[in-house]
């Protein structure tokens, strides 16, 4: 009789183990197959992100989540701070070239952002112009009216350049205003110099107007590519799709330049010489460094003394996900 009951406890409960793994596989399954619809990745060109705009024309992103059955959305969101606060409504899902300056705010406001990978280092992309018979060097800017975006990398270079001449932001009349806006305004001669950034920058120099300074040995902005943190961690895989087709983008960059250079000038309405002067202002490397980091610690030590932000975080630890740093 004991042997017997034995005999059927045994059997039920391996009966019962082989249901639990049949359930557990089933639902190992139901969550690999738990993939979104549709992926949401912003699409900016401006002010020269060659990658992006070859990514778009190749098609790369597409092919890289056909085999999802995933179909790619595209806003064209161009302000890092929306770009932040659309992953934090869960309106995007990749931030595809985002201010470090704004990924910090919005880490240290509580979005859930991390980023992945650099997206470019560009210091010569940014500069402070004038037109024809405008001030000179950076203390005639002295009593002046600048414009440009308030809370940006440009931002942070208007305040080095003036520091570097014994100045500050008090000396200056500084109007807060987008790019195109800022640059309508100084070739209508409404400001006296604005902070401006590739394309705009150009187009101020071909009017006849010129560079008083750029950021080269002034400061180093990198600019990221930021994810949502729930979106990183649910969907590993999509992620690296992503980027796969991201470096795709740099392998067609690097054996077919001109192609790509073709593809970016008319994109940005620019001559093909405009574009090959200015991808020379860019590093597209995708994988983080600690030089990319301490920028980053730069940009927020320079918020803090700006009053943009209160609290600090830790660049590192807090923001930059592992993967960042293992990128090819």
Do not use: C
Not at 57 to 76: Q, R, T
Not at 265 to 291: C, G, H, P, V
């Amino acid at each position: 009789m004991i042997h017997h009951t034995r005999r059927r406890l045994v059997t039920t409960a391996l009966a019962f183990v082989g249901a639990l793994s049949l359930t557990a596989g089933s639902i190992t399954g139901v969550l690999a197959a738990e993939k979104p619809k549709t992926v949401r990745i912003t699409y900016v060109a401006s002010p020269f992100n060659v990658p992006s705009i070859v990514m778009r024309a190749k098609g790369y992103l597409d092919e890289a989540f056909a085999p999802y059955g995933i179909k790619v959305e595209s806003p064209e969101i161009t302000s890092g701070a929306q770009q932040v606060q659309a992953i934090a409504a869960g309106e995007i899902d990749i931030a595809s070239v985002l201010g470090g300056s704004s990924a910090i705010l919005g880490k240290a406001n509580g979005a859930d952002v991390q980023v992945i990978a650099a997206y470019s280092r560009n210091p010569e992309a940014y500069a402070i112009l004038a037109t024809k018979g405008g001030p000179q060097k950076v203390t005639d800017l002295k009593g002046k009216t600048v414009a440009g975006p308030k809370g940006t990398a440009l931002h942070q270079l208007l305040a080095a350049a003036l520091i570097k001449n014994g100045m500050t932001l008090a000396d200056i009349n500084y109007i807060n205003m987008d790019l195109g806006a800022a640059r309508a305004a100084l070739l209508a001669g409404k400001v006296d110099a604005a902070t401006l950034a590739g394309n705009n920058a150009l187009a101020v120099e071909q009017a006849g107007g010129h560079v008083i300074v750029n950021g080269k040995g002034l400061f180093d902005p990198t600019t990221v590519i930021g994810v949502n943190g729930a979106f990183l961690k649910n969907h590993p895989d999509l992620v690296e799709a992503y980027l796969t087709a991201h470096r795709k983008a740099l392998a067609f960059m690097a054996e077919e330049p001109e192609e790509a250079l073709k593809l970016a000038a008319a994109e940005q309405k620019i001559s093909l010489e405009d574009a090959r002067r200015m991808n020379a202002w860019y590093d597209f490397t995708l994988k983080m460094s600690d030089a990319d980091v301490a920028n980053l610690a730069a940009d927020q030590d320079f918020m803090v003394e700006a009053g943009m932000m209160k609290k600090k975080i830790d660049i590192k630890a807090d923001l930059v996900a592992p993967i960042a740093f293992t990128q090819k």
